[in-house]
Every structure is written in C-alpha cells, then in structure tokens.
C-alpha cells in the first residue's frame, strides 16, 4: 500500500487522538472523521501503518498509561482506573489481566522498589535487553566469539 | 572495536518477530527468554551472518515519544540494503506493506520508506 503524505500525516494525528485520555471518549468513526478519511479506509489504513486496528491501539495506549502509573506507586488501582478513562473498576482488572496476564494490584506491587529515586523510572518500565546482557547464556554470544574478522 | 550487534525498538516482540521474518525474510537466530521480554534477535540470509538485528521491546515512556515522534516526522530509524530496491518495493507491497513513497533517486543511492508494523519506519537503499 502506498500512503501519500496528507494521509500519512492524518493517521499519525489520528493515533494521537486515539492516546489522548477524554471523559467523553472519541469514537472510532469520530476520530476517522476528524482525519477526513471515511471509517472503512481508516480502520483498514491505520492498521495496515501502525500493525493494530484503531481500537487495539486506544485499549494498549491506556493500559501502557495504567502500567507507568501503577509502577510509579503514588496512585490507587481505583485512581489509576479513572486515569486512564475507565469508569468500572472490574472492566478495568478484566482488561489488564487479560492483557498483561496479571491484576493491577499484583503488577503495582511487583514493580515496588525498596528506594525511589526522583526523576528515575522504576525497573519494571525499562527492561534495556542491551543492559541485561549479563544474564544471557554464553550460547547467545557464539556468534560473535567465533566470527572471524571481516 | 566491531559492529556485531544493532537493535531496534519495538512494540510487540512477537509481532515483530512475525513480521521481520515472514515478511522482510530475516532469520531468527536467538530467542531466550527474560521475564516478560525476551533477548530477540534476526539475521539475514544474505549474511554476514554474525551481525545481528537485536528487536528490542519498547516498554520506556521515553522510548515510546521519540518513537512516535521520529514516526510522525517521517524519520526512519534504520536502512537496509538492498540489491534491486524495485523487487523488495513489489514484494513487500503484495504482503500489504505500507509505503509512504516510491522508490527515488538521492544521489548515489535509490530509497525508499515503509511501515515495519511494530513503531518504526525503516529506509530501503540500493547503491547505484
């Protein structure tokens, strides 16, 4: 598929306004109006770009929202539920737990650390594989060990 | 000093994995698991078979603003080179790969952009 700029500019806008947290949420053929792109092309095109339908990416945009607020620790499961645009507190364990395979009370409290650090993001929302080398086989740097000079 | 190892952001390490394989034609070479994440990386089979494409996930705030940001501003955040940029263009176009052009001249080289699905968009070059 081939997307001209202007189109390629309203997705970009359109993902967006699908991040963006409203107490009256935009639906979807809102948002495909407000780009100017008729909701069958939109949903068709936006997913074909960014690889999840625009509903995918609201309910991911939210839950990675839920996810940096409960590992921050200063707010409830409750107060991070009304955060991120969600009115029922069961609608919103179902979807995390289904999503990210465990509750938000469990994910709040796996991500605690014994000391806070202002300004640093606690552990569990920078998992840097590159910095996590250490833990890695020996096998995983085979490749490299036996690779003769180019 | 070499360069052996580079790695990309991504938002879905099996998404990505899916789509670095079964549509771009890379080959897994590692896959172990760490945590939630995994040490996830590609090869290609035109080789050199020891540099390796690391697809890291996206899981930093930070990370996920410049992401968007460099994707809003049609930066891509990696190139691949390619031998006849007009076969890959076709091919990846059938497997419904977005681009947001046609394949151009830039002086010494013929390039173009696509969407690799997972946050990035990624530049195809052909020396000329």
Not at chain 2, 91 to 115: M, Q, Y
């Amino acid at each position: 598929m081939l997307l001209g700029q202007d189109t390629f500019r309203r997705l970009c806008q359109a993902r967006e306004l699908l991040a963006e947290v409203r107490e009256q949420p935009l639906s979807i053929r809102d948002v495909a109006r407000r780009t100017g792109i008729s909701p069958f092309h939109f949903i068709r095109q936006f997913e074909a770009l960014f690889g999840v339908t625009p509903h995918q990416f609201r309910i991911q945009s939210r839950l990675d929202q839920a996810k940096l607020l409960l590992a921050k620790g200063h707010h409830s499961v409750t107060e991070v539920c009304m955060e991120v645009g969600m009115s029922s507190l069961g609608s919103f364990s179902d979807l995390f737990w289904r999503r990210v395979g465990t509750t938000p009370s469990a994910y709040q409290r796996s991500a605690r650390v014994m000391v806070q650090v202002p300004g640093i993001l606690p552990p569990k929302l920078f998992p840097g594989c590159l910095s996590l080398m250490g833990m890695l086989p020996r096998a995983a740097f085979r490749n490299f060990r036996e690779a003769r000079p180019l | 000093m070499r360069i052996r190892l580079s790695s990309i952001m991504v938002d879905d390490q099996d998404k990505a994995l899916k789509f670095y394989t079964e549509v771009l034609g890379f080959q897994k070479k590692h896959e172990i698991p760490m945590g939630q994440y995994k040490w996830l990386t590609v090869i290609s089979p035109e080789g050199p078979e020891e540099v390796e494409l690391s697809l890291e996930p996206n899981v930093n705030p930070a990370g996920k603003t410049f992401q968007a940001a460099m994707f809003s501003q049609n930066i891509p955040m990696t190139a691949f080179e390619v031998t006849d940029i007009q076969e890959d263009y076709m091919r990846l176009k059938s497997h419904g790969v977005v681009f947001t052009s046609e394949p151009v001249e830039a002086g010494p080289v013929k390039i173009v952009v696509f969407s690799d699905t997972c946050g990035n968009l990624i530049q195809l070059y052909q020396p000329l």
